[in-house]
């Protein structure tokens, strides 16, 4: 982040000047220091290090994350676990490759886009994540209202409530301050692997099924494997995976602690994903119980496993909403400014970044208005966001790998052969699927 270091590190990324070493001379021309050998890690540096690939990875198992695992396990039991670990591996793949720029170039993605491929495309790709991020963050606050509504809380108090609390947590001024209350919320995932244990699943199978694909050939089947990978990657997630590294003041020497961040965050995310399938597979799945929601799968649980597993869905829905709603704002600004050249960052007040705060305040305020608007068509919304997130996660992630290609941009720590080809084999699969998905949504499927 460029303009950010020609104003001043905030404060938050000073504090871990000690552990998160790196040139200021690099960080000014964007250029890949030398390649320094390997070093031991230090377990105290990789706390340290802990946050951002955590924070990316669990906000993108959102309500629409837990509605489509939900759904699989419902309708296919643990069919559909085997998934977990590809999308786990690519995950590791887009998320690595975003916090790798972030540190050897000092700048955020969208910033690299316009430098590589110009302003007109850099507009283009912007907008189109205004109106995505926009329409997703809709969907987080109807997540949020429909969690709530579970315990008994209206929409016209839940949602409210919660836009001001994102609100205020956006506007802290501090990214470690914010970084923190994110994670602290992360913890309610937790809730998904108790209610696993609760349910008393059969292990030995659900391993099996894990391990060994089992793919059939219907199109419910396979529209709901189309609907996984969106879940595990989608286009504001590479700018966050960027743009976290670049707050938290992370360099080229960082690279190995910040590996460890983002492989945890992602085998964390996916283990939660695993245990949501898990739990309506066991429960629902014998049932014939199927459902197309997250809080149908809550309130279906209920008489079959329980008040308490119920009362755990819909916690875990609540926190997965809410996480996503804090991040999906900031992300957004964030991109637009860096894009554009305008003052951006947490720790920048309404006079020094009145743009960023605009942003965040407009996409908050529409979002939580729609979301409470009586009869509103949400699922037309969300629909249409997942035809935008369709279109532009191919285009992200082919600029991605151009520019972590570039040995000009990258130098030493350009992608590798086999880094390479991980990534375009991701985009191959990711572009495939998503006409798939075009496709199925046509059909009526």
């Known amino acids: 982040m460029a303009q950010a270091d020609a104003t001043g590190t905030p404060k938050a990324a000073q504090g871990h000047e000690a552990g998160l070493t790196g040139s200021k001379q690099h960080r000014k021309h964007g250029r890949a220091a030398t390649k320094r050998p390997r070093a031991k890690l230090d377990p105290k540096l990789v706390v340290a290090a802990m946050g951002p690939g955590l924070v990316t990875a669990l906000a993108g198992a959102d309500a629409g994350g837990v509605a489509t695992y939900s759904t699989a396990g419902s309708l296919f039991g643990f069919a559909q676990l085997w998934t ?31 430098e590589q491929y110009g302003v007109r495309l850099s507009a283009l790709a912007m907008l189109a994540l205004l109106i995505s991020n926009t329409t997703v963050t809709l969907s987080e606050f109807a997540g949020i209202a429909s969690a709530l509504g579970l315990f008994g809380v209206p929409t016209v108090v839940s949602v409210p409530i919660a836009a001001l609390a994102v609100w205020l947590i956006a506007m802290s001024g501090s990214y470690e301050r914010i970084e923190k209350v994110l994670l602290m919320i992360a913890c309610v995932f937790v809730t998904y692997i108790i209610a696993g244990f609760m349910i008393g ?81 066991s429960v629902l799945f014998p049932a014939g119980i199927a459902v197309a929601s997250a809080e149908d799968a809550a309130v279906a649980l209920a008489p079959l496993a329980g008040k308490y597993a119920e009362v755990l869905f819909g916690a875990g829905l609540t926190g997965a909403s809410f996480l996503a709603a804090c991040v999906l704002p900031g992300i957004t600004a964030s991109a637009i400014c860096e894009a554009f050249g305008w003052e951006r960052g947490s720790d920048r007040n309404w006079q020094e970044a009145p743009v960023y705060r605009g942003i965040i305040t407009a996409v908050l305020v529409v979002s939580a208005v729609v979301v409470m608007i009586p009869n509103v068509n949400l699922f037309g919304i969300m629909m249409a966001a997942q035809v935008i997130n369709g279109v532009l996660l191919p285009v992200l992630l082919y600029f991605m790998v151009g520019i972590a290609n570039d040995k000009h941009v990258m130098g030493e720590y350009r992608n590798s052969r086999a880094w390479n080809a991980f990534t375009w084999a991701t985009i191959i699969a990711v572009t495939i699927l998503t006409i798939m998905m075009f496709v199925f949504q046509a059909i009526g499927y």
């Not at 690519?90 to 490759?97: D, G, K, M, N, S």
């Open 201 to 281: 699943p059969d292990w030995g199978d659900a391993l099996y099924n894990t391990v060994v694909p089992h793919i059939q050939s219907g199109t419910r089947y396979i529209s709901l494997l189309v609907a996984s990978v969106g879940t595990v990657i989608a286009p504001w997630m590479l700018f966050l995976g960027t743009s976290n590294v670049v707050e938290k003041n992370a360099h080229a020497e960082d690279l190995p602690y910040q590996r460890v961040d983002v492989i945890t965050g992602a085998v964390v995310a996916s283990i939660i994903s695993w245990f949501i399938i898990l739990t309506t597979g």
């Open 84 to 114: 977990i670990p590809v999308m786990c591996f690519l995950l590791i793949v887009a998320q690595e490759t975003a916090a790798r720029m972030g540190c050897v170039t000092g700048k955020g993605f969208a910033s690299l886009i316009r």
